[in-house]
Structure formats: C-alpha cells, structure tokens
C-alpha cells in the first residue's frame, strides 16, 4: 500500500510538472506574439488615425491658401477683408479653428477669438515663413498645453509671405477614438489568450494527461509489474486504448503466471521419473536374487516413465515449433479412420492394465480419404485419448467414435471422469494451462492439438458431457 501511494504521489508530482511545462511553452510564445500584434496594430491604427487628420488638414488649408494667393492677395485690405470674412463664414469652427497670423507670427484672426493677438511659435508656423510652404505640426500647445494638430500655409503677396493660414484642431477626440480601439484589440487579445488557455487546459486534461499516465504505465509494464492496471476515466479512443492495455497487462500477467507455473511443473513432471528411472535402474542392478518378477516390474516402470519423459519432450518441440513459426504439414491424402483405429490399438491395452474400459464405434459406411498430415493426426488423437485417461480415468471408462457428418469427419472421444469446471472452459486450450487439474502434464499438449487441427481447417473443441465427463470433439473437412 505504501509503495503505491509512493507512485501516485510521484505521478501526480510529474503531471503536475508536465501540466506547467506545457502551459508555459504554449502559453508563453502566444502571449509574445499576441503583444506584439496588439503593438503594431495599435501603432498602426494611432498612425492611421493621426495621417488621415493630417491629410485632410493639409488638403483643405491647401484650397483655401491657393484661393487666397489667386484672388485675394492684391493688397492689404483686400487680404484683411477677405480674412475677416473667411473667418466669420467659416463652417467647421467648431471643430477646426482657423487662424490667420502675420509674418511676425502673432495670430491676426481666429474663429475663437480668443488666441487673437497671441504667438503660438510652434514651428508649422516659423517653418512656413521661412520655407514658403504648407508645414503639419503635432505636438502640445506651448500655451494650453493641449494636444494638438495644425497645418500651416504661407499668403504670399508680391512674392514675400504678407501673413499664414492656419488650420487647428485638437486631438483629445482622436485620442479617445484611438484608446477605445486599442482597448477592443486588447479585449479581443485578451479573449484570445483565454481561449488559448482554456483549450490548453482541456488538451492538457483530455490529451496529455492521459498519454502522460498510459505511457507511465507502460513503462511500469515493461520494467515487469505485470498484470498493473490503469484506472479508465476516458470514453473516446483514449480510452479504448487504456482497455487495450490494460487487456495486455493483464494477458501478459497470465501469460508469466502460466510459464512460471510451466517452469515449475515441468521441472517437477521431469524429476518423477527421473527419479523413478533411476530407482529402479539402481535396484536392478544391486539386485542379488534376479528375481524375474521385480525385473520385469522393475523394467516395466522405467519404459512407462521413459515413454512419458519422450511424450514431454515432444510437445515440448512442438511447442518451440509453434512459437517460432515452424510448425509445417506435410499434407496427403490420409484414412483418418485407420489412424485412430491405430491409435486405439495403441492405448486399448494401456487403458486395460490400469482398469480403463476404451469402446470404440464406426460408422456404417466406410469413410473416405481426406487431405491431412498423418503423423500430426495421429499425435492429436494419441494425446486426446492420453488426456481422457489422465484426466477421466476414475471413470473407468472412454468411448471414441468416428463417423461423417455433412462435409465433415467427426472424432470424438468422451472420458466418465469428474468433467471440466465451466470456469476454466473457456482457457482449457491455452498454453501452460492447466487449471485445477492435479494431473502429470506440461500444459502444451491441449495448444499443439487445436494448432495442428487449425491449419487442417478443422474445428477442435472441448466440453463437459451429458450425463458427467468431458467431450473432445475433432472436425476435420473432407475436401478442402
């Protein structure tokens, strides 16, 4: 228990650090590249906003000041009447104020009225005199200290510059107009951070996370914890791989469970007669009567062992043959009914010496060649009937029959023992399997069997009887 809160609280500590990096290094170039953007597109509207301002200052200062150099620049008076009256019709006044200044730079006229007589000496004005041409200003007011805007443009008479049109408007509106933008840019980078955030967060929770746990389990898999199960919190595909895995770890736990239990009964099936081969070898030997009967009893003992020490080596074979893919047919035509009428020979007088009764039935009709490997035919039906006795025997009784039925023929062969628990019907055919069972085997034999019946296209099946005892049943195609 301790050492699993230990690994939950390191794994909470790794998502945790996980969780952070990820936010920082998604987070953090989005928000420079969003300041930036909020940047130039504020610089870029201020900019926008104030050349527009300008530009039209300068264009309506430049009809009026030509209009005024064409026609009304004759004389002085004609030049103060017509100010005079530019001044009082003038319309825009309550946004623009149009001023008229001398060449000292003193304003002559105003449509306020109030800047009359005062020298702005900014230098719209003094570069206009000097130059001769319209000159923008934006800037502060040296006198209000208001932010303002202004073009001026020379009134030339006689080639000298008699006076300066200018053209003044404050820019506390445009100021506003250009906060209130940017503040939408801002809101608007504001709300796109928070989505970055929030999807970050739910990719994080509903991505990462998981991968990040899948793949710490992974890694606890391969370093052996087998069996380790991942918690299932996902119902998207995420999840059908947290189930996939967690089928493989727990198959890859039986499967290290059943070899351990293979290691182990193999080693204890190999030294029973071993031990009993080298038993009776040494009584034999040390044997100073030659008593026939303890001889041939003797004799008798070692060939059964020896006979079941070969049986395990070969499945043993065959097993290596399976898993490493070299488990071929030899495939003829083959009279299945004469091979396991054989293999019934073979076991009939076995079966006998240890008080078994093996019945055999055929059917009526004779039963036609079928495409086949003989010698892993007969290995089948020679450790079907091997596995009827081991595990059926206490019936004392084993009934084998063989018979067509449709495109098939069918072998069955049926033991009077305790039967199959129905919970383990369904891992009975799996390697290393041996379930409940206390009988002598390695637990591959069953495995080679439904192998070799598959790659002859048959069908290998086992069930519990009516009436008590286990079915083998073999299927296998009369034409393939």
Known sequence: MAEEERDRKWTALRLRGLRKRWIVNTILPV????????????????????????????????????????????????????ATQAVDTYEDKNQIELQFIGSTGRIQM?????????????????????????????????????????????????????????????????????VLVVFI???????????????????????????????????????????????????????????????????????????????SSVSHELRTPLTAINGWGETILEDTTDDPAQMRRGIRIILNEARRLSTMVEELLEFSKMEDGRFTLHMEQVDLQAEFEDAIFTYRELFRQEGIELTYESGDEDLPPIPGDSERLKQVFCNVLDNAAKHGGAGKRIDASISREGEFEVVRVRDYG??????????????????????????????????????????????NADGGGAVVTICLPVKE
């Open 185 to 263: 840019i801002l809101a608007v980078g504001v709300i796109c951070m928070a989505l970055v955030l929030i999807s970050s967060l739910l990719f994080i929770n509903n991505v990462v996370e998981p991968v990040a746990v899948v793949t710490e389990a992974a890694k606890r898999i391969s370093a052996g914890s087998y069996g380790f199960q991942i918690e299932n919190k996902y119902t998207d595909e995420l999840g059908e791989l947290v189930d996939n895995i967690n089928d493989m770890s727990l198959k890859i736990g039986q499967n290290e469970k059943m070899k351990s239990e293979f290691i």
């Open 418 to 463: 305790p039967g199959i628990p129905e919970a383990e019907l369904p891992f009975i055919k799996q390697k290393f399997y041996k379930g409940s069972s206390k009988a002598r085997g390695s637990g591959i034999g069953l495995a080679v069997c439904d192998e070799i019946v598959g790659l002859h296209n048959g069908i290998f099946t086992i069930g």
């Open 31 to 82: 928000l420079v590249l969003l300041v930036l953007l909020v940047t130039l597109v504020s610089a870029g509207v201020s900019t926008y906003y104030y050349s527009s301002m300008e530009n039209g200052l300068v264009k309506q200062v430049e009809a009026m000041s030509n209009a005024f150099n064409d026609y009304f620049m004759n004389s002085y008076a004609e030049y103060n009447q017509m």
């Open 110 to 178: 105003s449509t306020s009225g109030l800047t009359a007589g005062s020298s702005p000496g900014t230098s719209d004005i003094t570069n206009a005199i000097a130059n001769q041409k319209i000159e923008p200003f934006q800037g502060r007011d040296p006198e209000t200290g208001e932010k303002i805007l202004a073009v001026s443009a020379p009134l030339l008479f006689n080639g000298r510059v008699a006076g300066v049109m200018r053209l003044v408007t404050s820019l506390k509106l445009v100021d506003r107009q250009i």
